[in-house]
């Protein structure tokens, strides 16, 4: 962990709602001991929103549209109307639907975050470093981005810092780029709107006037600036 003052903590973190329970497996009701009530086998999206929430709140954890509609007996589609109604018909409670391509989760919302951690008392989460941030920003503002493409922008080999990112579940492989050698492209995550309190990515705030993140060549040249020495002082710090 540097000493140096540059080290950020991320307040005003979305925490979950209730402690978590043991991860539910296997398919949904596989006895067919609870059947879908009549009433909701063709339900609108603000009928289905009630029981989405209830699924979401049980579990405790992100679903993804599919493993909803499994529970619900409904499509994926139908799962992302219902989703798109309750996270509506949330605003202005204490929790939000967050989305982040088709997972979904029920949080509590930033504001009253400190609530909930006031009666949990979680461990706090380490702190991210300024490298890391620069570099998480980059990827948020820029998806899907290459590794290259990311230290074009920064200048210095951020290897060390997409992997300590990646171990914190806070980027990970979005896919692959078509072009020569197929390399990854890094995308944020859910876990990554849990820790700056949005519902969806297209809800982060636009850059501060004057300050600006390029955008990232498609094949970028090979990183220059910091050489050996730069390199590692990134590596030290990419830890933290």
């Given at each position: 962990?540097?000493e140096n003052g540059?080290?950020?903590d991320l307040?005003?973190?979305a925490v979950p709602?209730?402690?978590p329970p043991?991860?539910a497996t296997?398919?949904?009701d596989?006895?067919?001991?609870?059947?879908?009530?009549?009433a909701?086998?063709?339900?609108?999206?603000e009928?289905?929103?009630p029981?989405?929430?209830?699924?979401c709140?049980?579990?405790?954890?992100a679903?993804?549209?599919?493993e909803?509609g499994a529970?619900?007996?409904?499509?994926?589609?139908?799962?992302?109307?219902?989703?798109e109604v309750?996270g509506?018909?949330?605003?202005?409670?204490?929790?939000?639907?967050q989305?982040?391509?088709?997972?979904?989760?029920?949080?509590?919302?930033p504001?009253?975050a400190w609530?909930?951690?006031r009666?949990?008392n979680p461990d706090?989460?380490?702190r991210?470093?300024?490298p890391?941030?620069?570099?998480l920003?980059?990827?948020?503002?820029?998806?899907p981005?290459?590794?290259?493409?990311?230290?074009a922008?920064?200048?210095?080999?951020?290897?060390?810092?997409?992997?300590?990112?990646?171990r914190?579940?806070?980027?990970?492989?979005?896919?692959?780029?078509?072009?020569?050698g197929?390399?990854r492209l890094?995308?944020?995550?859910?876990r990554?709107?849990?820790?700056v309190?949005?519902?969806?990515?297209?809800?982060?705030?636009?850059?501060?006037?004057?300050?600006?993140?390029?955008a990232i060549d498609?094949?970028?040249?090979?990183?220059?600036?910091?050489g050996?020495?730069?390199?590692?002082?990134?590596?030290?710090?990419?830890?933290t």
């Open positions: 962990m540097p540059d080290d950020i307040v005003g973190r709602v209730t402690a043991p991860a296997g398919p949904a596989p006895t067919g001991e609870f059947p879908i009530p009549e909701l086998r063709d339900a609108t999206p009928d289905l929103a029981a989405l929430e209830a699924l709140f049980a579990l405790n954890r679903l993804t549209l599919s909803a529970v619900l007996g409904r499509t994926p589609a139908h799962v992302a109307a219902a989703a309750l509506a018909q949330l605003r202005g409670s204490g929790m939000m639907l989305r982040h391509h088709d997972e979904i989760q029920l949080v509590t919302r504001e009253v609530a909930v951690q009666a949990l706090k989460p380490g991210l470093s300024r890391a941030l620069e570099t920003a980059i990827v948020a503002y820029r998806q981005a290459t590794r290259a493409g990311i230290e922008i920064r200048g210095v080999n951020c290897e060390a810092v997409l992997e300590n990112l990646e914190r579940g806070l980027v990970i492989e979005a896919g692959r780029a078509d072009t020569p197929h390399p890094f995308g944020t995550t859910l990554f709107l849990q820790m309190g949005l519902e969806h990515i297209e809800d982060l705030p636009p850059m501060p006037e004057g300050l600006i993140i390029p498609p094949e970028p040249a090979t990183t220059q600036g910091l050996e020495e730069g390199c590692a002082e990134e590596r030290e710090t990419a830890g």
